[in-house]
């Protein structure tokens, strides 16, 4: 299968193809994939939808999550992550790069790079990571506003509003904003860094929307399961940017040895073969897909001449 000449993919807008995920019983896990390649694994392993995060894209870029990276950097995996899968995939559109406007603009660009669904934070710039101390927030009713251009511009995409005021301002603003996002026009409400399993229970039963948790490493919210979160009320829950941590901590390893030793096959056992490469990208796909393409005949009227004539 290449996407060059499949049939198979599903002609629904990504956003309505995720709603019909979540219409179903259960929480759905949505693990992040930061490219192409991490998104393929990730459908192998059978997930049905993909995460891409701000901070895992900015971190594979070499750059911090401090509202560096650009809307057009995120397009480019969007394209790249969907073109490899056709899964929907849940973008992190940090504080929607600006204001209104900007946030309507990249609803748009998102839905025509293929996304499903864009989460907005409501943060002042510099954003900052949700687990990090002396966030910034701008009031409800900017935020309010934002989410109303976003919901109205938007042909498919999924809205998510995110709040960060749990940190900044205390649990019941949090829950306020979260009522006034709905209110403004979001689909979910994704309430960041809650700090315990209560929090995460009694928001529930404040906010009556579909939720989404987030379940990253070494921040301020307990280590959960899917089954925990989805006991506690929450339909959707995320890893953001744990693949990217196993893949950054396994090349962190062979750098040292290889620096140390000089060669690189005393690691091959814990490196993916060629031939499990080859099957992951559907090489052999793409070869026979170019290998029956024949050649193009190129005529005497190509080439400006006229027929010959008896």
């Known amino acids: 299968m290449t996407y060059l000449t499949s049939t198979s993919l599903d002609p629904r807008p990504a956003g309505d193809r995720l709603r019909d995920l979540l219409s179903g019983p259960g929480l759905l896990q949505i693990p992040g994939a930061y490219n192409g390649l991490a998104a393929l694994q990730a459908k192998r392993a059978g997930f049905e939808a993909v995460y891409l995060s701000g901070a895992a894209v900015s971190a594979s870029m070499g750059i911090p999550d401090l509202g560096i990276l650009g809307k057009e950097d995120v397009c480019f995996f969007i394209r790249q992550i969907r073109r490899a899968t056709d899964l929907p995939v849940v973008v992190d559109g940090d504080t929607g790069y600006g204001g209104v406007l900007n946030a309507m603009d990249t609803v748009r660009s998102f839905e025509e790079a293929g996304a499903a669904a864009v989460h907005f ?29 976003a919901s109205r511009t938007r042909r498919h995409l999924y809205i998510i509003a995110r709040t960060d005021a749990a940190a900044s301002e205390g649990f019941d603003a949090a829950v306020r904003r ?133």
Not at 255 to 278: N, P, S, V
């Open 121 to 149: 934070e409501d943060q002042e710039l510099p954003k900052k990571c949700g687990h990090l101390n002396d966030k910034k927030l701008i009031s409800p009713e900017e935020m309010a506003a934002k989410v109303s251009a």
């Open 178 to 310: 979260a009522k006034l996002y709905l209110e403004a026009g979001a689909d979910a409400i994704f309430p960041e860094a809650l700090t315990s399993e209560d929090m995460f229970r009694e928001f529930a039963k404040q906010v009556k929307a579909p939720l989404l948790a987030n379940m990253t490493e070494f921040g301020r919210t307990p280590y959960l399961s899917a089954a925990e979160f989805g006991s506690l009320g929450y339909r959707m829950v995320i890893w953001p940017v744990s693949a990217l941590r196993i893949a950054a901590k396994a090349q962190e390893r062979f750098y040292g040895k290889l620096r140390d030793e000089g060669r690189a096959d005393g690691m091959l056992d814990a490196m993916q073969t060629r031939a499990e490469l080859y099957d992951l990208i559907h090489y052999a796909d793409y070869e026979a897909l170019d290998n029956s393409i024949k050649k193009t005949v190129v005529t005497d009227s190509m080439r400006g001449l006229r027929a010959k004539t008896t």
